[in-house]
């Protein structure tokens, strides 16, 4: 990966214009762009929202807790997803899987 400097310049050289930038900057994250399996595969210890070094585990939690019981309340709790939502998409695949293995777990 290259990074870009402040004249939209790599330091091999590269160039992309302003409009590229404001459009990577603007596309918006695809829910469904993590699988269940990826998200499942993260360990506790991963730090998936990086504005707000949330971890999974830490999305974890208070879904078994009982502090958090959807992605709305583990934002609120976390503040995963607060900062720039690239994480979004990971955040919530991680909420999915939890809600269906809490759920698979339940007594019937
Ligand atoms: S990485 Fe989570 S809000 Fe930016």
Same mark, same amino acid.
């Given at each position: ?58 999305? =974890? ?17 976390? =503040? ?27 007594? =019937?």
């Amino acid at each position: 990966m290259e990074y870009m400097s402040d004249t939209g310049t790599s330091p091999t050289g590269a160039t992309a214009s302003l409009a590229d930038l404001r459009n990577l900057l603007a596309e918006e994250p695809e829910l469904d762009e993590v699988s269940p399996q990826e998200a499942a595969a993260v360990t506790d210890e991963t730090v998936v929202c990086w504005c707000n070094n949330v971890t999974a585990g830490e999305i =974890r939690t208070p879904l078994h807790d009982g502090t958090a019981c959807d992605l709305e309340s583990v934002q609120r709790c976390t =503040r995963a997803t607060g900062g720039c939502g690239k994480c979004l998409p990971m955040v919530a695949a991680i909420v999915n899987v939890e809600l269906s293995r809490k759920e698979n777990a339940s007594p =019937r």
